[in-house]
Nanobody, 124 residues
Framework: QVQLVESGGGLVQAGGSLRLSCAAS????????MGWFRQAPGKEREFVAA????????YYVDSVKGRFTISRDNTNKIMYLQMNSLKPEDTAVYYC?????????????????WGQGTQVTVSS
């Protein structure tokens, strides 16, 4: 079992930055592919970024490439999402997720564990 807890959300002006954290419990964090998703009101949950178990490989949705950076610290069982140059359309609840196996993936159904989410609001 893996339990995930997100933090770091908040209200920021357009062009600003936030860093989200996802703290994990359980002994096997380093064996999971990890991902970030977001869901805006009235919209489906959207893939944002994924990182391999080792941290060597990453994958981003086109809309955040060059602005967001995903990373992980396996020793301390934490994953991060550094978000720069934020835009109002980035406003959403952000979720972290963990999936068995080593392959990078973007489908929500491909992840096994989810956090409760953290709200990010970007004002114009």
């Amino acid at each position: 079992q893996v339990q995930l807890v997100e933090s770091g959300g908040g209200l920021v002006q357009a062009g600003g930055s936030l860093r989200l954290s996802c703290a994990a419990s359980g002994p096997t964090f380093s064996t999971y592919t990890m991902g970030w998703f977001r869901q805006a009101p009235g919209k489906e949950r959207e893939f944002v970024a994924a990182i391999s178990w080792s941290g060597d490989s990453t994958y981003y949705v086109d809309s955040v490439k060059g602005r967001f950076t995903i990373s992980r610290d396996n020793t301390n069982k934490i994953m991060y999402l550094q978000m720069n140059s934020l835009k109002p359309e980035d406003t959403a609840v952000y979720y972290c997720a963990a999936g068995f196996g080593s392959s990078l993936r973007r489908g929500p159904y491909e992840y096994d564990y989810w956090g409760q989410g953290t709200q990010v609001t970007v004002s114009s």
